[in-house]
């Protein structure tokens, strides 16, 4: 089955658990590192947003919707989303947060 490319309007880097970034420019690369890579997959913000980015990918869902789903997720499992030049960040990410440009 092709899937047809969902982009984001604004991309989303997240700075993962090994200190690296990475950039999400779409609900399929999205989707992609949620089922494949996901330090943990569980959570309820997670589920949201598996099932949020599949259906963007369906265009049931507004990509922005499962984009901000994303973002959510991201928070739950205490990583440090940069969306745009607005930093996100759980309780539990430090306080120096580098925005991306």
Do not use: D
């Amino acid at each position: 089955m092709l899937v047809s490319e969902v982009p984001w309007r604004v991309p989303v880097t997240v700075r993962l658990e090994c200190g690296l970034e990475r950039t999400f420019t779409s609900a399929f690369e999205t989707i992609e590192f949620l089922e494949n890579q996901w330090p943990e997959r569980r959570g309820e913000r997670y589920h949201r947003a598996v099932n949020q980015c599949r259906g963007a990918l369906s265009r049931v869902v507004p990509a922005e919707v499962a984009r901000e789903a994303f973002i959510a997720a991201c928070l739950e499992a205490g990583m440090t989303a940069l969306a745009g030049t607005v930093a996100t960040r759980s309780k539990a990410s430090p306080p120096n947060l580098a925005i991306s440009a």
